[in-house]
Nanobody, 127 residues
């Protein structure tokens, strides 16, 4: 079983920045360089949506239209860490953010193609 742990969430004012991190437990042995990974978010009363995804080698990234130009996904496979740099945050970015791994194939921004999930970290943006 792979355990993913997110960190870096918090409360910021509109226009601010946050950097989220996702670490795999050492005991899991999961290798970040092996498959696509992603960041998702879920706002109250809404479905979980894909925010950004990154290829196994890190050379290909995809973003939801709502965050293009503001968010940057990256990973350090040597450290088994994935990151989401979030800039120019807006109140509509408020949500619980989850990292996902164990890509099964298909649309890398779809929640149905990932096997492993973290417990999430809250991001709150005030106007």
């Amino acid at each position: 079983q792979v355990q993913l742990v997110e960190s870096g969430g918090g409360s910021v004012q509109a226009g601010g920045s946050l950097r989220l991190s996702c670490a795999a437990s050492a005991a899991s042995g999961y290798t970040y360089s092996s498959r696509w990974m992603g960041w998702f978010r879920q706002a109250p009363g809404k479905e979980r949506e894909g925010v950004a995804s990154i290829s196994n080698g890190g050379g290909i990234t995809r973003y939801a239209n709502s965050v293009k130009g503001r968010f940057i996904i990256s990973k350090d496979s040597a450290k088994n860490m994935m990151y989401l740099q979030m800039n120019s945050l807006q109140p509509e970015d408020t949500a619980v953010y989850y990292c996902a791994a164990g890509y099964l194939g298909g649309d890398a921004l779809s929640r149905s193609v990932y096997k492993y999930w973290g417990q999430g970290t809250q991001v709150t943006v005030s106007s």
